[in-house]
């Protein structure tokens, strides 16, 4: 279990290890906004709720346009585990075939690293593409690709408790966790 750290305007920031969670609120940079039920962490001087969700004492200044860096777990979050060629996912494909990361415009041929520029691909698909541009050999991702908001992330890759996602439709609105119900 993790928990959701929030700044000190209440907006979600990330989900921290509860050891953490517990250092920054024994160091009074944080306080306990809501515990994990009736679990108590004890020690020999302590006993401090087990916390589900922090906010820090402190404002803690976000860049306004978050990025996350392009990475296999978020990426294959964000295009739902599936190939965005063939639509296959993991379960769907043969033995020694695996999901991988696709660049629509090649490394090699000036394309970069970016969320606008890389798909999930089984393996299938990403050798018969090759080194080619998706248009050269007639492929075409299903979903264009974007880059995707920090939440949907943390939604699709980690699983949020019922109060912790409180805090995240407190911050981003209802819309939010409907949009993320759907990854």
């Not at 700044?7 to 969670?21: D, F, H, M």
């Not at 769907?92 to 890389?118: F, I």
């Not at 999930?120 to 007639?138: D, H, I, P, V």
Request: aromatic content about 8%.
């Amino acid at each position: 279990m993790r928990c959701l750290a929030l700044n000190a305007s209440y907006e979600p920031l990330t989900l921290v290890p509860v050891r953490r969670a517990l250092r920054l609120v024994i160091d009074g940079k944080a306080e306990i906004v809501e515990a994990e039920g009736d679990h108590v962490i004890r020690s020999e001087w302590l006993h401090i709720p087990r916390p589900a969700v922090i906010r820090l004492i402190r404002f803690v200044h976000v860049p306004r346009r978050f990025r996350r860096q392009v990475t296999n777990t978020f990426l294959f979050a964000r295009d739902d585990y599936r190939c965005q060629y063939c639509q296959r996912t993991q379960a769907d494909l043969r033995h020694r075939e695996c999901l991988t990361r696709d660049h629509l415009v090649p490394l090699s041929r000036g394309g970069e690293n970016t969320w606008a520029n890389v798909v999930t691909a089984c393996s299938r698909c990403n050798t018969r593409k090759g080194n080619r541009l998706a248009e050269e050999c007639g492929m075409r991702p299903i979903v264009a690709p974007q880059e995707p908001h920090f939440v949907h992330l943390a939604w699709a890759v980690r699983r949020l408790s019922s109060i912790q996602s409180k805090y995240i439709r407190m911050f981003y609105g209802k819309d939010a966790l409907q949009a993320l119900s759907g990854l």
